[in-house]
């Protein structure tokens, strides 16, 4: 089930900048926002060669995993999961994500954080075909040049009335795919998730223009990282508008543009369209974390 995809009024401030948010969270039920748009080729190409088995990479509460596991029962592919934390294996039940995605068949291969970091090796590759046979692997967070075709097909013709376009960042793929559909008088903004100027050369690899920036002031500590400022806004959101905001990406670039706009950021009578990449299944896993710090939840109705 696809449901279509539209941007939402969010409101219109006092200096007339005006936003929007493009409801890419409703694209799918279970591979919703940019995965799904990263993996559409990917998917394609996987069977155009043959392929019957999907690999990928992932953290414990991974959207991409989640996404995949379920691409692949969807579409006729076995997945497997490379995890990054070996201590994961005994806590699958606990985790919802992991759980979600061995409930849709996925197989897991829980590495140690110090042999996950090699993952992108050839030797390390030629390992995991030896161990599992023959597969199409698909990078940590699906970012290729195929996920960025993808991500292209965000932007719609009707989007150029748009001055500005923004997204969360995490490892660059969707913000590429943006830039390279972006009109010559916009301006992409991506907000990180996480710390570290390792982004702008990964997005420099697959940007075709040069009309966007990062701003890095809103990541909150780092990836994954939150705080009660943050909750109490995405809840203050949710309420306001009915739309869930997850606290790893949406969550923090939201809160970055709300912040900009009080600060003037933004020119008079300014369009703002924000693309909601989805990742609300996260929200379950995050907040078992904050009940567990004693810290107040997201509210959230998924």
């Known amino acids: 089930m696809i449901i279509d995809v539209f941007n939402q009024k969010i409101t219109e401030f006092s200096n007339d900048v005006s936003l929007y948010i493009k409801r890419e969270d409703l694209i799918h039920p279970f591979i919703s926002g940019n995965k799904y ?35 692949g029962k969807e579409y006729g592919f076995k997945t497997i999961g490379v995890i990054r934390g ?3 294996s005994s806590k699958i039940n606990e985790n919802p994500t992991l759980l979600f995605a061995q409930e849709n068949g996925m197989q897991f ?26 597969f199409y692997l698909i990078p940590e967070g699906g970012t290729n040049k195929l996920a960025i075709q993808g991500c292209e097909e965000i932007l719609t013709a009707e989007d150029s009335t748009f ?16 830039i390279n559909a972006s009109s010559a008088h916009q301006k992409v903004i991506g907000f990180p998730a996480l710390n570290g100027g390792f982004l ?12 966007w920036e990062l701003i890095e002031d809103y990541t909150f500590g780092g990836y994954a990282k939150t705080s009660n400022e943050l909750i109490e806004f995405i809840n203050s959101f949710h309420y306001r508008t009915k739309i869930p905001l997850d606290p790893v990406y949406t969550g923090k670039m939201m809160f970055g543009i709300d912040d900009l706009i009080k600060k003037n950021y933004f020119p008079r009578g300014s369009k703002i369209l924000a693309i909601h990449t989805g990742g609300l299944q996260g929200i379950s896993g995050m907040n078992m974390k904050l009940e567990n710090k004693k810290l107040q939840k997201i509210k959230f109705d998924g």
């Not at 001055?163 to 943006?178: N, P, Q």
């Not at 702008?200 to 009309?211: M, R, V, W």
């Open 200 to 211: 702008k050369d990964e997005i420099s690899k697959f940007a075709n223009n040069k009309n």
């Open 86 to 88: 070996e201590e994961l």
């Open 109 to 134: 291969y829980f590495e140690t954080r110090e042999n996950y970091r090699n993952k992108d090796s050839e030797n390390y590759i030629n390992n995991l075909k030896s161990l599992f046979g023959n």
């Open 163 to 178: 001055d500005y376009i923004c997204c969360s960042v995490g490892t660059g793929g969707t913000i590429s795919g943006l």
């Open 37 to 71: 748009r990263k993996l559409k080729y990917n998917l394609i190409k996987a069977k155009e060669e043959g392929q019957t088995t999907l690999l990928t990479f992932g953290g414990a509460f991974s959207n991409h995993i989640a996404a995949v596991a379920f691409a």
